[in-house]
C-alpha cells in the first residue's frame, strides 16, 4: 500500500519508491513522498556506506556490485517478508553467508540479505541439529561435540563457511564415507521467489529441495536446516606423504579412497623455490586404546608408510587446524588480495593428466599465497539428481580440483584478473573435453548456453523449476544462469 510515512530514525530504510526506484529513509522522505512502506522488521533494513559496501564483494575482490539495500535480519520471517515486498516490485535479491565464492555469484545491486546475523541453533538431538542457515561449520560442530559427542558428516577443511552459503553450491570435506554436504541434510526450511516459506525434503516438496542443493541460490533462499549427527570421535590420527610424481600422488589419492578403510583422505600441492610440493594427508578416527596400525591401513601406496609423518590430535583441535592456519593472513591483508581461483570436478581417470598438462610450473610468482587441493568424493554417496557430477568412467570416484590461486599485492589488477580469468577459461575448456564439469564458487564468465551445456538434458527441467520458484527471476542475480533462459 502506498502512503506517506515519517519515521524518527534516520539512516534505516522505511520504503521504497517504485517510481524513482529508490529506498526512502526518514532522511530522504520529504513531507509529500509517496512510497511503499517496508514491512516491520525483526532486524534492520540498511543504506549506510558501510553496511551497502561490506556486501559489495566477495572472497575474490574480483567483481564488485553495490546493493541497494542491506537487510541484517533478526528472524527467517524477515527474509519471508522481504523477499515477498521485493517480489511485488522486482527488486533482485541475494543472500549473501560469508561470501567465499569468488566471482559475484552472491553479490546484487537489488537487495542484499546478510544470513550471518542468523546463527541460532534450535534443536539438537544425538541424530539431528536444527540451525540457521548464518552458522559456521565450524562454530557448529563445536557446540554438538561438546553437547552430545556428536558431529555432521561432512565438515568442511575450511570451517568459517556457512551453513546455508556450503549448501547452496554443494560443499566437499574430506571426509570420503559421506558424500558431500548437499547429501547429509534430512530437512529445509526455503523461502522461494515469491516469498513462499516451503519445508521441504527427499519426500516433501522434492522438487524445490534438490533445485536449491547445490543450486547457487536460483531458486530459494534457506532459512533453516536440519543435518544429521553421527558419532564424534576422539582421537585422529593423521599420516602424510610428500611425492615426487604427480601421477603416483593420485594414484595413491584414489586407493586409499576407494579401499574404503581410512575416513579421510586430502591432497594438495603447494608452491615451492625448486618445484612444487605434493601431499597426500590420510586420517583415521580412532579411540584412546584402539590406535590404528599405519602397516595395516597404508599398506600397497606407492610409498612405503614407514615414510609417512605421523600425528595424533584430540577431534575439535584437528577439526579447527585448518582455521588457525589461515587467520593470522587476514592480518596480514589476506582478505584484499585478488584470488582468481579455479574449481573443476573431473573424471577420476583423467585427472592425473588434466594437472600435469595445465600445471608445468608451481611457482610462488605464479601461486602466489596460493595452493592447489584436490577433494575426492565417491560418487555412489551423490544422492542429488540435479547436481552436476563430470562424465562417468566406470570408477566409484571424482576429483575436485581446486585452484586457489591467490595475488601477491592488493588490487585492483585488471592485467593480471584478465590474464587468469582468460586462462581459466582455457583450463575449463580443457576440463570439458575430458568430461570434466565446473564447481562454481570459483572465477570465470558464465553464459546461460554454458550452463545449459553443464546440465545437459536436466536443463529444461531446471529452466522450469526456475519459473515455477522464482518467476520473476529476482534471485541470485550474480550467477546469471537464466538470463537467456
Partial sequence: MTRRRMLAVTGVVIGFDIVAGRWITHGTAGAQSLFDNVPELDGELLLDNGARIGMSTDRGQIVTRMPAAVLRPGSATDIQKMIQFCYQRGISVSARGDGHATHGQSLTDGLAIETRSLTAIHEMSDDHVVVDPGIFWGDLAVATYNARRRTPPVIPTITKLTVGGTLSVGGAGANVHFGLQTDNVIELDIIDGTGTLRTCSATRNQDLFEAVLGGLGQFGVIVRATIPLIPAPTRVREWRFNYISNADHVTDTRLYTLRGEL????????????????????????????????????????????????EDYDWLPYLLRSDALVDPFSNFGYDQLLKPWFDVMLPDSVTAEFIAAEFP???????????????????????????????????????????????????????????????????????????????????????TADWAAEYGDRWPELVNRKRRFDPKAILGVGVDMFADA
Fill in 263 to 310: 575416513d579421510e583422505v586430502h591432497s594438495e600441492w603447494l608452491p615451492g623455490s625448486t618445484g612444487p610440493v605434493r601431499l597426500v594427508t590420510v586420517a583415521k578416527y580412532f579411540e584412546p586404546g584402539a590406535e590404528p596400525d599405519g602397516g595395516q591401513y597404508l599398506r600397497g601406496g606407492t610409498i612405503p608408510g614407514v615414510l609417512a609423518i605421523q
Fill in 361 to 447: 610450473e608451481w611457482t610462488p610468482e605464479i601461486m602466489g599465497l596460493g595452493v592447489i587441493d584436490l577433494k575426492t568424493v565417491r560418487r555412489s554417496r551423490v544422492s542429488n539428481p540435479m547436481f552436476r557430477l563430470p562424465d562417468p568412467d566406470g570408477s566409484d570416484i571424482y576429483h575436485t580440483l581446486s585452484v586457489l590461486r591467490t595475488s601477491l599485492h592488493p588490487g585492483p589488477d585488471p592485467a593480471y584478473v584478465e590474464y587468469w580469468l582468460t586462462r581459466n577459461r582455457q583450463m575449463y575448456e580443457r576440463a570439458r573435453t575430458l568430461g570434466g564439469v565446473r564447481y562454481a564458487a570459483d572465477s570465470q564468465d558464465f553464459t
